[in-house]
T-cell receptor, first 114, second 108 residues
Framework: NAGVTQTPKFQVLKTGQSMTLQCAQDMNHNSMYWYRQDPGMGLRLIYYSASEGTTDKGEVPNGYNVSRLNKREFSLRLESAAPSQTSVYFC?????????????FGNGTRLTVT | RKEVEQDPGPFNVPEGATVAFNCTYSNSASQSFFWYRQDCRKEPKLLMSVYSSGNEDGRFTAQLNRASQYISLLIRDSKLSDSATYLCVGSSGYALNFGKGTSLLVTP
């Protein structure tokens, strides 16, 4: 049972480069999320998708785009990477949005932008 | 101001000790609360949900005080393996709001 799978695990980009972080879940969850975690800042929500076909901005969406490709997959794209986007990115899923529904996290992607 | 606030610690306790963490939340409409555990360089993992009546899971007890808007986590008989960062989480609408975490180090 894989749960939430993220790729890649590590990535180094130069400023201005683009990349897509991939996330897939096999728990038949409706809701999926992208968070970033920085030292001293905690986990901050970038984008979420309450259900297939919908996406919404979270707390820190600037510089990112997302695609909910199907129920299983939710990707995060950096169109033009900046050093401020150096962070650990976590994808998560839940049975439904918010209330009474804990999140299941992927292993994270450690991104460095130079 | 973050919606969920925690004392970052670190809390250094000897093995076998009892330790308690508190967490306050600012949104009185928050409905659901959780405690997550995060090991160094790993993803957060659900430790337990927090119910209005309080709940216990082995050595762990979680409580919710809606009047004062705080939740707590009590760990009894601390083990070395309890060393981790503990994240307090509250929901408000569409997503979960995470505290910055409280660091616990259990020493022999």
């Amino acid at each position: 049972n894989a749960g939430v799978t993220q790729t890649p695990k590590f990535q180094v980009l130069k400023t201005g480069q683009s990349m897509t972080l991939q996330c897939a879940q096999d728990m038949n969850h409706n809701s999926m999320y992208w968070y970033r975690q920085d030292p001293g800042m905690g986990l901050r929500l970038i984008y979420y998708s309450a259900s297939e076909g919908t996406t919404d901005k979270g707390e820190v969406p600037n510089g990112y785009n997302v695609s909910r490709l199907n129920k299983r997959e939710f990707s995060l794209r950096l169109e033009s990477a900046a050093p401020s986007q150096t962070s650990v990115y976590f994808c998560a899923s839940s049975g439904r949005t918010g209330r009474n529904s804990p999140l299941h996290f992927g292993n994270g992607t450690r991104l460095t932008v130079t | 101001r973050k919606e969920v606030e925690q004392d970052p610690g670190p809390f250094n306790v000897p093995e076998g000790a009892t330790v308690a963490f508190n967490c306050t939340y600012s949104n009185s409409a928050s409905q659901s609360f959780f405690w997550y555990r995060q090991d160094c360089r790993k993803e957060p993992k659900l430790l337990m949900s927090v119910y209005s009546s309080g709940n216990e899971d082995g050595r762990f007890t979680a409580q919710l005080n809606r009047a004062s808007q705080y939740i707590s986590l009590l760990i009894r008989d601390s083990k070395l393996s309890d060393s981790a960062t503990y994240l307090c989480v509250g929901s408000s609408g569409y997503a979960l709001n995470f505290g910055k975490g409280t660091s616990l180090l259990v020493t022999p």
